[in-house]
């Protein structure tokens, strides 16, 4: 079992920065490809980003391709998702999430088996 929390959320203004931590428990971080996800008010959850269990392949979905950068510490088992020129359609509730198994990072909330509590993005116009 993988146990996730994030934490770093906040309010920032337009054009600022966050970075996200994901913070996990459980032997199977190391060999879990993980990936982040938002969901606003009234919207469908949406792929943000995924990275390989070696941290070697990133995937980003296209409207935060080229700002947000995820990246990964496996000694620390922590996921980290660096979000800049932050607009205020990224205002969300953001998630990490782990794939135990998979032969690709996907885009695919319900491929990811475990799932952590969210954490609150406000950007300001």
């Known amino acids: 079992q993988v146990q996730l929390v994030e934490s770093g959320g906040g309010l920032v203004q337009a054009g600022g920065s966050l970075r996200l931590t994901c913070a996990a428990s459980g032997r199977t971080f190391s060999t879990s490809d993980m990936g982040w996800f938002r969901q606003a008010p009234g919207k469908e959850r949406e792929f943000v980003a995924a990275?390989?269990?070696?941290?070697?392949?990133?995937y980003y979905g296209d409207s935060v391709k080229g700002r947000f950068t995820i990246s990964r510490d496996n000694a620390k088992k922590t996921v980290y998702l660096q979000m800049n020129s932050l607009k205020p359609e990224d205002t969300a509730v953001y998630y990490c999430?782990?794939?135990?198994?998979?032969?690709?990072?996907?885009?695919?909330?319900?491929?990811?088996?475990?799932w952590g509590q969210g954490t609150q993005v406000t950007v300001s116009s």
């Open positions: 999430a782990a794939r135990l198994y998979g032969s690709r990072l996907s885009k695919y909330y319900n491929e990811y088996d475990y």
């Open positions: 990275i390989s269990w070696t941290g070697g392949t990133t």
